[in-house]
């Protein structure tokens, strides 16, 4: 048993890291504004291969696939006024930029493209994840719960990569295809933490309020950090970049005056952490993760969002909650450890 734990866990590491190489990969889209170079899903330009060239294209190809994409919509807008967004789904049908059609552009069709097969790669990955967790439905039921519902979840987030797509980056399903992301690594590192032979990265007990504090925090921050890069988004169309910062607003006032609560809670955190000497690689891994995290964030708002530091920022982030959701996990396993113990 062992040896299948040994090879869950590295199949179940592999997994987590590849998921943070597309959100990298999802941010470098976003910030080069490739998002739409695939017209379609989850073809790109009718094609498994796409074109390189605008030549390869029909001359109508802008209100062909802007009619593809309301067709689409409609059923969409079907899904969503059975659940109750009446307005949104009005306004996926009415809003005229969200038929707009962009020009062909060959490197932003392969970046958006490069992109999906990342994303292609994870989804056959966390099939071979779910495939491997049958081996604990007997002994560990939860893992293999937990792994089929990864699966799951990963084909939804598929489908809402598709209305991304479909809705012309409509701001709130880029909004929820991030918390989705964050659900995915957290359930990931459930597997990792669970499946890990190796001792616990504790050697005391830590605070699980302030865990989980720490953790809630984490995922408001980059909640509204998605809400600004909504913001950025629209005001790409038509300002300069230098004139960005200026124009945010209050999305942009909020998110940055609530990195001090994350700050002072993550500084709380690995104080304690350090305070634990065995724990201090970890301790100081996070604390100059959160250090990285913040003035990456800093460096965006004092240098006009530089495109390199986009992408960096939302990977920093992503992978501080996943280290948080570890210690979390940990934090539970040596609780349960000390009580049986005692």
């Known amino acids: 048993m062992s040896k299948i734990r040994r090879s869950f866990y590295r199949l179940s590491l592999t997994t987590l890291i590849a998921v943070y190489v597309l959100i990298a990969v999802g941010g470098i889209v976003r910030t080069t504004g490739s998002g739409m170079g695939c017209p379609d899903w989850p073809k790109c330009f009718g094609r498994w291969v796409p074109p390189t060239d605008v030549s390869e294209l029909p001359d109508d190809y802008k209100s062909y696939y802007s009619e593809y994409r309301h067709k689409k919509n409609l ?6 006024s059975a659940l109750g967004f009446e307005e949104t789904a009005q306004r996926l049908i009415t809003d005229e930029a969200v038929r707009e059609e962009t020009e062909f552009n060959a490197t932003k069709t392969w970046i958006e493209y490069f992109n999906r097969l990342t994303g292609a790669t994870i989804g056959i990955l966390i099939f071979a994840v779910a495939v491997a967790s049958w081996r604990f439905r007997s002994t560990q039921p939860r ?12 084909g939804f987030q598929g489908w809402i990569g598709s209305v991304v797509v479909s809705s012309n980056l409509t701001p709130w399903t880029i909004t929820l295809h991030m918390f989705l992301a964050l659900v995915i690594i957290g359930l990931l590192v459930y597997l990792v933490s669970k499946s890990r032979e190796m001792g616990s990265i504790l050697s005391a007990p830590i605070a699980k309020g302030l865990v989980l504090a720490c953790l809630s925090v984490l995922i408001i921050q980059v909640l509204m950090g998605t809400k600004v890069r909504e913001v950025v988004d629209q005001l790409a169309v038509r300002l300069d970049r230098s004139e960005w910062i200026a124009n945010l607003g209050a999305d942009f006032i909020i998110h940055r005056s609530f990195s001090w609560v994350v700050v002072i809670l993550m500084g709380a955190l690995v104080v304690r952490l ?11 891994t996070l604390g100059l993760l959160a250090l990285a995290t913040v003035l990456s964030g800093a460096g965006m708002a004092y240098w006009s969002v530089p495109a390199a530091l986009q992408p960096l920022h939302l990977v920093l982030a992503s992978v501080m ?17 000390g009580i049986l113990k005692r």
């Open 321 to 337: 909650f996943g280290m948080l959701v570890l210690l979390l996990m940990e934090t539970n396993k040596f609780t349960k450890e």
């Open 75 to 80: 059923k969409y807008a079907r899904y969503l």
């Open 143 to 154: 893992m293999t719960v937990v792994a089929v519902s990864t699966l799951l979840l990963v």
């Open 274 to 284: 350090w305070l634990t000497q065995a724990n201090r690689t970890f301790a100081a």
